[in-house]
């Protein structure tokens, strides 16, 4: 699907309720539990606890898939970053 056909998609954060969409909210986080989405969280709404939490996981591990099944199924980094 091409940028020009991507149809945007809607999110509300769900702590304060907080509009915007998807293609707008690169810093919103999402709070899984065994892989599923439990929450969208906007910017302001996200504590330092989990921010920290965020900046670990990005640096050490990457989507590898997502099915329905199994969720977001994270693998990690190969530690080959240039």
Known sequence: MSAET???VPICCDRCGERSTVDLAPDWA????DGQII???CPG?????????????D?????DRVTPEEGFVMKPKDGDES
């Open 6 to 8: 991507m149809q945007t």
């Open 30 to 33: 999402l709070v899984l539990r």
């Open 39 to 41: 929450a969208i969280v």
């Open 45 to 57: 709404c996200i504590t330092e606890e989990e921010h920290l939490v965020l900046e670990i996981n």
């Open 59 to 63: 640096a050490t591990s990457e989507l």
